[in-house]
DNA sequence: TTTGGATAGTTGCACAAACAACTGTATGCC
DNA sequence: GGCATACAGTTGTTTGTGCAACTATCCAAA
């Protein structure tokens, strides 16, 4: 096993995310500007419902790596907007699930391609198999700790 | 130019940066089990602090990569736990300059050490190289688009 | 069949972040 | 000197996060 000890300096950027915050402020002020009324946090939550619809909250807090108040409080911002409605299941009366609106249904395409562009560029300049290492080494930290 | 083009399904953990996130929660929990009562946010400005001490809370807006209203928090919540000290400066009186207590200095060295300890377990089984590159990729993330 | 433990979701609290609007101070230009 | 402008910091509001405590429901074992 290597000794990944590491040195004092390149810890900071690390633990802290400024990466991820910086690419999260470039997406929302790109939301802001195309007049979407949503946040980060909320398009997270659609983005997994996008995958597969009428997931549990439960589900979601798994998807989004957030805990169960975390996502209470958003599917309550985004049943505010209109974006998704909790439907009981049938079959097992604790459980909510969480359907989107033809509204949000709406929102896909050109939220994605916000992001995508976004990501287009915080990457400029960046190798594909560089981004590929990235990705894999945050992937592993993520498997390491969660 | 490279074509960065994203793939879907990549997409999701650069923007929520999950593994930061599990950092930092990790960091948080080492925290509370020594007994330490501040917050990961916190740990931050105490950190640039130790670094060079007596910074105005604009300069701690840089380093930290926060906007004003944050670090007046912030500092507003470090004082009130008595770890750091606003002084009016002298030669231009709209700034304070933000000193560290004694208390808060015998903090570096065992915050220190949980944070490295934190960043071995999250970086276990990764390459140093591999590291190298990941970190790198992240600056130039960053340096994109700050 | 009852009861005890697990699970799904909600609520209260403290802390943090982003934005806008504000106060007070400095500075450069006329 | 006086004024416009820029800068440092604060305050209010909305949103999100993490923890703990709570309710309701399910399920399995005695």
Redesign the pocket.
Known sequence: MPNNHFKKGELYSFITGKAS?AI??RL??KF?LAGLN?????W?VLYHLWKEDGQ??????NA???????????????E?LNLVK?VP?E????????YLTRQAQKLEEETMQIADETLNEALRSVSPDRVDVCKEVLQIVYDNLK
Chains 1, 2 share one sequence.
Do not use: G, M, Y
């Open positions: 915050t999260a402020r929302q002020k802001n949503i946040t980060i946090e909320q997270s549990s909250q439960q589900q979601l807090c989004t790596f957030r805990d169960k108040p975390s996502i209470t409080r958003l599917v309550d911002n985004l505010r909790r299941s079959s097992d009366r604790r459980i909510n699930l969480i």
